[in-house]
């Protein structure tokens, strides 16, 4: 059974030092410190260590065949969107990205399928550079929930989402930036509680403000299987249901109409919740991702999903068809 793991980051082994040719920032740069495995560097603090198989293609081809996973589709890490950064340069850093992962998904195609990323902070840069990730082969772009603290709901957003429905461009929502994250530091509660209040606050932001009512084409993937949304859908409902003048001010259509309209992936770490997200998305909306190569994601790919006993076609629905029909691929191309 083909599987595809539609959630992976990746990251080119060298990087210029943006930081220098620029003049300002935190741009991330990488410390080869010894074989294998280098420091990310936020300016001159570290951010974390990684090892080859964020960078090395071949490597992370072998270990995914151990869980029986032939593709993957690859995007930049969250840290690199750079949204922050003046947008000329933020078009630049993206641009030697996307690049990358363009290259690798030409010279594998049966295993890389690639997401591209955008300098958000300006949208007439960033549907330019839609435009070009598509003309360089990548299905689509990864976003964070939210731009420089800045609801993906506001109006300067809608263009771009505008252009990723005409351009048949896959959209997926990453968490980053998490709020609160100077007051929760310790415990690593931005990643544990952040994370998924963050892809709640997208959902909700794109529900309410009418992306999804505005542009029902736009094929959107939201990440750790949509985060707190799914758990408090009922919560949300309720507020929708109990404040229309608060909740239902930019679109009047209850928030539980758009389950079913959008795709999250299957990282839950926990059976039971992941049968409840399949029950309540609806099983053609689950797929299956990993968040590999980093030590908070499903790095057995989907082992406890087969410990389940699901149907054989609930498996194939999440294995691959589900991000097939994301991403508007054809099966043929991997098989």
Request: proline content about 6%; hydrophobic content about 40%.
């Amino acid at each position: 059974m083909l599987r595809i793991d539609m959630h992976t980051h990746i990251i080119p082994e060298k990087l210029p030092r943006f930081a220098e040719k620029f003049g300002y920032g935190d741009f991330i740069h990488l410390d080869h410190h010894r074989p294998g495995r280098a420091n990310m560097m936020k300016g001159g603090q570290f951010f974390r260590e990684i090892c080859s198989n964020c960078w090395d293609p071949q490597e992370r081809i072998e270990e995914y065949a151990q869980y029986h996973t032939q593709a993957q589709v690859v995007c930049t890490i969250p840290v690199m969107f750079s949204y922050w950064a003046k947008p000329q340069d933020c078009l630049e850093l993206s641009r030697f990205l996307n690049d990358h992962i363009a290259q690798l998904a030409a010279e594998y195609p049966r295993h890389y399928i690639g997401l591209g990323t955008l300098p958000m902070q300006d949208t007439g840069l960033a549907i330019k550079e839609l435009q070009r990730c598509r003309e360089i082969g990548l299905v689509g772009i990864q976003i964070g929930s939210n731009i420089n603290d800045r609801n993906l709901s506001e109006p300067e957003f809608f263009p771009i989402f505008e252009a990723c429905q005409e351009l048949g461009m896959a959209l997926f929502v990453h968490p980053w930036e998490m709020m609160g994250f100077d007051s929760m530091r310790k415990y690593w509660l931005p990643w544990l509680v952040g994370m998924p209040a963050e892809t709640s606050r997208a959902i909700c932001s794109m529900i309410f403000g009418g992306v999804f009512e505005r542009l029902p084409g736009l094929r959107t993937c939201f990440a750790h299987a949509g985060g707190a949304f799914l758990p408090t859908i009922g919560r949300i409902e309720h507020g929708y249901n109990c404040r229309p003048d608060l909740v239902a001010v930019d679109n009047a259509v209850n928030p539980r109409y758009y389950l079913g309209k959008f795709w999250v992936d299957c990282i839950t770490h926990d059976a039971r919740l992941l049968q409840y997200v399949l029950e309540t998305a609806g099983e053609g909306r689950v797929c299956l991702g990993s968040d590999y190569p980093f030590p908070l994601g499903d790095l057995e790919i989907g082992a406890f999903i087969e410990a389940m006993g699901l149907p054989e076609c609930t498996l194939e629905r999440i294995y691959s068809a589900n991000t097939l029909e994301w991403l508007g691929l054809e099966k043929e191309s991997f098989m």
